[in-house]
């Protein structure tokens, strides 16, 4: 079977690798899990990917979704893959000025 990496989102912004370990050991070997953080911070950024050996256990896995973990309920999904280097433009409105300026 090929491996899976599930997208972890809502995680606190003092989440640790570890409490990821924690809290997904239990459906199976963990292979990699990445933390995302901010560069200059080095805080969270709030999501993580974490990969499983087996892609029965990346399934087990998203029984975690909408599940508590240090207070923030887990959003648990199947990671997407991106092409490298491509970023997904942000989706927002243009904003709109008022042109009744005061004379």
């Known amino acids: 079977m090929q491996k ?3 997208y ?4 606190a912004y003092t989440a640790v690798e570890e409490d990821l370990e924690q809290a997904f050991e239990s459906f199976g070997v963990i292979e990699d899990i990445k ?3 901010d ?9 993580a990917f ?5 892609e029965t256990e990346a399934e087990a896995a998203r029984a975690m979704d909408g ?21 997904t433009p942000a989706k927002r409105k243009p904003k709109a000025f008022n042109n009744n300026f005061n004379r």
Do not use: D, P
């Open 8 to 11: 972890i989102g809502n995680l």
């Open 4 to 6: 899976r990496t599930l």
């Open 39 to 47: 560069r200059e911070t080095g805080r969270s950024r709030g999501f």
């Open 50 to 54: 974490i990969t499983f050996e087996q």
């Open 35 to 37: 933390l995302m953080r």
């Open 67 to 87: 599940k508590e973990v240090a207070g923030r309920s887990l959003r648990v999904n199947e990671a997407r893959h991106r092409e490298s280097g491509q970023r």
